[in-house]
C-alpha cells in the first residue's frame, strides 16, 4: 500500500512561482514512477510530470516544459513540483501519483492517488 500526501497549493498571479510537495510512504519499489498530474474543471486528468526513481530519468508535457521542474528528496520521502512562470491555463487540481506507467497512447495513468491539491492562477 503506498500512501501519498500532497500539500502546496494556492492562488498566485500570472507569472508567480509555487512548490508542491508529496510525502510518500509505503512500499516504493526501486524501479517505481512517481509523478504529478492535473485536471482542470471538464478536462481529463493528465500526466504534468514524472521521474522514474532507479533510474533518475524524467518526463515532462509538453505544455510545462522548461517552466516545472519534478525532483524527490530520497531521506524525507518527498517528492516535489517546482512551478515557475505560471499561467492561468496551468490552473486545475494536482495530484501525486505512484506506480505511473504510459499507454501507446501517450496518455499517464498511475495506480496510487493522493487527494489533490489546488492551484489556481490568476491573470
Known amino acids: 500500500q503506498v500512501l501519498l500526501v500532497e500539500s502546496g497549493g494556492g492562488s498566485v498571479q500570472a507569472g508567480e512561482s509555487l512548490r508542491l510537495s508529496c510525502g510518500v510512504s509505503?512500499?516504493?519499489?526501486?524501479?517505481?514512477?512517481l509523478g504529478w498530474f492535473r485536471q482542470a474543471p471538464g478536462k481529463e486528468r493528465e500526466g504534468v510530470a514524472a521521474v522514474n526513481t532507479g533510474r533518475g530519468s524524467d518526463y515532462y508535457a509538453d505544455a510545462v516544459k522548461g517552466r516545472f521542474i519534478i525532483s524527490q528528496d530520497t531521506a524525507k520521502n518527498t517528492l516535489y513540483l517546482q512551478m515557475n512562470s505560471l499561467k492561468p491555463e496551468d490552473t486545475a487540481m494536482y495530484y501525486c501519483?505512484?506506480?505511473?506507467?504510459?499507454?501507446?497512447?501517450?496518455?499517464?495513468?498511475?495506480?496510487?492517488w493522493g487527494r489533490g491539491t489546488q492551484v489556481t492562477v490568476s491573470s
Open positions: 509505503g512500499k516504493i519499489y526501486s524501479r517505481y514512477c
Open positions: 501519483a505512484a506506480d505511473c506507467y504510459a499507454l501507446r497512447s501517450g496518455r499517464w495513468l498511475a495506480n496510487y
